[in-house]
């Protein structure tokens, strides 16, 4: 782990506590921990330091390629773990970048919505999940767009996690849109189904 990484976390989980007087659901699931694909919704500009803090490693993040136009400000995505995507194409210089992260035992972050604004899968998680042939691990945030609220205490930063999704759940469908669009549905509605689990 990067020295700016770990500070980076350190820092992050000290506003998880102090503002967003948070709390991890299910922090057991994360004991057998193993190179996968984590997916998330995303609600909130917060959401990917937030779910890369409580994680046992380092891990990779996709981020919109616009974030990058400013070079300073991609310098440090960069050095953070971010890998920009170009959104709305199917992307193989991106999707190679993650095969060799991942070849390499590196996990990484995907909202399957896409953007903060979405709130439907997009194909290319699909697509990924279809091509990596790794674990899956769903998580769910609940109020990281309101940390006033959380810091007043009225409310608090919820950080659900799922149960690992094995890639043997979509063996054996065509490698068509399809597909695709059927694995980022059956995602999406796994991490949805989150915060309702008994």
């Known amino acids: 782990m990067n020295v700016?990484?770990?500070?980076?976390?350190?820092v992050t989980r000290i506003i998880?506590?102090?503002?967003?007087?948070?709390?991890?659901?299910?922090k057991e699931r994360l004991k057998n921990w193993r190179r996968c694909i984590i997916t998330s919704n995303h609600i909130s500009y917060f959401d990917p330091p937030f779910i890369g803090a409580i994680l046992p490693r380092e891990i990779?993040?996709?981020?919109?390629?616009?974030?990058?136009?400013?070079?300073?400000?991609?310098a440090f995505l960069r050095v953070l773990n971010s890998i920009p995507v170009k959104r709305g194409v199917v992307d193989r210089t991106t999707l190679d970048r993650i095969?060799?992260?991942?070849g390499e035992e590196k996990s990484i972050l995907i909202f399957?919505?896409?953007s903060r604004k979405?709130?439907?899968?997009k194909p290319g998680i699909g697509i990924l999940?279809?091509?990596?042939?790794?674990?899956?691990?769903?998580?769910y945030i609940e109020n990281s767009n309101h940390l006033l609220s959380s810091f007043l205490r009225k409310k608090r930063v919820n950080i659900y996690i799922g149960e690992w999704i094995e890639p043997d759940e979509f063996a054996g469908l065509p490698a068509e849109k399809a597909s695709y669009r059927h694995i980022a549905e059956q995602v999406l509605a796994r991490i949805k189904s989150l915060p309702h689990e008994n």
């Open 4 to 10: 700016i990484y770990r500070t980076c976390v350190v």
């Open 16 to 26: 998880l506590i102090v503002a967003g007087n948070y709390r991890i659901i299910h």
């Open 99 to 102: 095969k060799e992260l991942l």
């Open 118 to 121: 979405s709130y439907t899968a």
């Open 129 to 139: 999940v279809y091509e990596m042939k790794v674990p899956i691990l769903p998580v």
């Open 112 to 114: 399957p919505e896409g």
């Open 60 to 74: 990779y993040y996709l981020a919109k390629s616009e974030l990058f136009r400013n070079r300073l400000f991609g």
